[in-house]
């Protein structure tokens, strides 16, 4: 029944007294509609792969979380916004969903994966405007000829990522320490989260 990996084993372990039970639950309900998915880890925390990405749950100091890859296409703009995953907040199995439910979203989650279904043209937000560059950032940019031509070689998104970070410095000495490591990842040609994109 699937393919258990026992890095989730260890993740559940690990986890909060209140969680276990969650994730546990979670975990047997997605192996048990779904015989055919392979457990890994991923970002840090359980995913179940099949035909490409599937679904995944994670574990918080206070509540957990399930979601599925494809949730636009099987919840609209229904999904929760108050946390990540699709079912907000789950903090005792009471929260979770019931199997019933879960096994039919299950059903149509693989459907959608075995099939390869996308979300529609139709169903896109349309992009994001491109990030004012903080005139500091620019500043040193225009110091360091090599991190200047990374960044401008970035896509908008990997740009942006850069951008918020240092707008979110409540400190001065934190947006100074922010701006030094920001120009050393750049010149390297390092995104802002290039630690978590070979998990």
């Known amino acids: 029944m699937g393919t258990r990996d026992p890095r989730i084993d260890a993740y559940i372990a690990k986890s909060a007294e209140f969680a276990r039970p969650i994730l546990e639950?979670?975990?047997?309900?997605?192996?048990?509609?779904?015989?055919a998915v392979e457990e890994t880890i991923k970002w840090g925390f359980p995913h179940f792969m099949y035909?490409?990405?599937f679904c995944s749950m994670a574990a918080f100091k206070q509540h957990c979380a399930f979601g599925f890859w494809k949730?636009?296409?099987?919840?609209?703009?229904?999904?929760s916004a108050e946390a990540m995953g699709d079912f907000?907040?789950?903090?005792?199995?009471?929260?979770?969903?019931?199997?019933?439910l879960l096994a039919g979203y299950l059903k149509?989650?693989?459907?959608l994966n075995e099939t390869d279904t996308k979300p529609g043209a139709g169903s896109k937000k349309a992009p994001k405007?491109?990030?004012?560059?903080?005139?500091?950032?620019a500043a040193a940019l225009k110091k360091n000829r090599k991190a200047a031509a990374v960044f401008d070689a970035f896509s908008?998104?990997?740009r942006r990522e850069y951008?918020?970070?240092?707008?979110?410095?409540?400190?001065?000495?934190?947006?100074?320490?922010?701006?030094?490591?920001?120009?050393?990842?750049?010149?390297?040609?390092?995104?802002?989260n290039w630690k978590y994109a070979s998990c």
Not at 25 to 35: A, D, G, I
Not at 108 to 111: F, G
């Open 129 to 137: 405007p491109a990030a004012r560059i903080p005139d500091d950032l």
């Open 71 to 79: 949730w636009p296409l099987l919840f609209g703009e229904t999904s």
């Open 51 to 53: 035909h490409g990405m």
């Open 156 to 158: 908008p998104s990997n």
């Open 108 to 111: 149509q989650a693989m459907q």
């Open 163 to 192: 951008i918020e970070w240092l707008s979110e410095a409540k400190r001065e000495e934190t947006r100074a320490r922010r701006l030094a490591q920001a120009l050393e990842w750049i010149a390297e040609g390092k995104s802002r």
């Open 25 to 35: 639950y979670l975990r047997e309900t997605v192996l048990q509609y779904c015989p």
């Open 88 to 100: 907000g907040r789950i903090t005792s199995l009471k929260d979770a969903p019931g199997k019933k």
